[in-house]
C-alpha cells in the first residue's frame, strides 16, 4: 500500500468523481484509476462502487477512509515538523476552539504569540468540544480548547487545564436587571425567557442540567444560534443568555452581564492534544503562550 494510492483514494471518496479527484491531486485520471485498482488488489477488495458511472464507496472503502485520513494527516504533520527553521521563524498550528473561546480567550493570546512568531501561520477551527475531539482524534488538529470533561466515547487524549471561568447572565442594557440584589440564581430562570445556543454546544448543556437540577425545564424564545447570534438576540430584547465572563466582558455597553448567585456555575477548559502524537515544536510553544498566560491549576490526564 502506498502513500500515493491513499492520497488519491481519499480524493475519489470526497469528490466521488474519478475526473474531479485526478484534477484536485493534479494527475492524469488514467493514473489515478491505475492506482485505485492497483490498490484494490492488493486488499482484495473493491473500495468503490462504479455502477451507471455512480461512484459510491463499498462497505470496504468505508472502513479504510478514516485510516487513510489518518496516515495522510500524520505524514503532513511529519513533513511540516521537518521543515521548521530555527527559531519558530517558520511553520503553522492548526487550534481548535469553542466559539465562546474564540471570541473571549484567544485574540489576545493570539497576539501574544504572533508577537514572538510572526512567521508561525495560526489556523483556527470553530466547532464544538465534542467535534473539536473528533477532530483531534483524524489527526485534522494539532491543538484544541475544550470543555471538560471529556465524553466517555472520546479518544486517547492529553488535556492540561488551562483555566475555569465562571458563566453569567447576560440581558439587555435597556431591560431590567435580572434577579436581585445584583445577582441572579438559577431559580430565578424559571420565569424568564432565555436565548439558546444549538445543540451540541456545552453552554446549552451547561444551562439546561443547571435549570433541571432546580426542578424546572427552561423556556425558550429563540434557540439554534452561535455565539454573535445569541448575543445579537439578547441586545434586541428577546431574553437573557448564560455565556462566559469573558465573553461579556467584550460583549460591549448595550449588554449588562449580571453574577450568578453562589454557587453559580463553572466550566473548565482544557488544552488538548492526541497521545499518540507529540505535538510539532510550534504547537508546543502555543500551548506554552496560552499556559503561561493563565494561573488556573493545571491538572494532565490521559
Known sequence: MQFQQLLYFVAVAETSHFTRAAERVHVAQPSLSQQIRALERELGAELFSRARGNIALTEAGEALLPLARRILADADNARHEVQELAQLRRGRVR???TPSLCTGLLPDALRAFHTLHPGIRLLIEEGGSHDLVRHLARGAL?????VLP???SAPALTTVELLQEDLVVVSSAAAPRPGRGGTVGVADLRDEPLVMFRHGYDLRELTVAACRAEGF???FTVEGGEMDAVL???RAGLGLAVVPSMVAARAGHDLRATPLARPGLRRTIALAH??????SRAARELQRVLLSRHTASASTRE
Open 95 to 97: 487550534l481548535g476552539a
Open 142 to 146: 494539532d491543538l484544541a480548547l475544550i
Open 150 to 152: 471529556l465524553p466517555p
Open 217 to 219: 425545564e427552561p423556556s
Open 232 to 234: 445579537g438576540f439578547v
Open 274 to 279: 492526541r497521545t499518540d502524537v507529540a505535538p
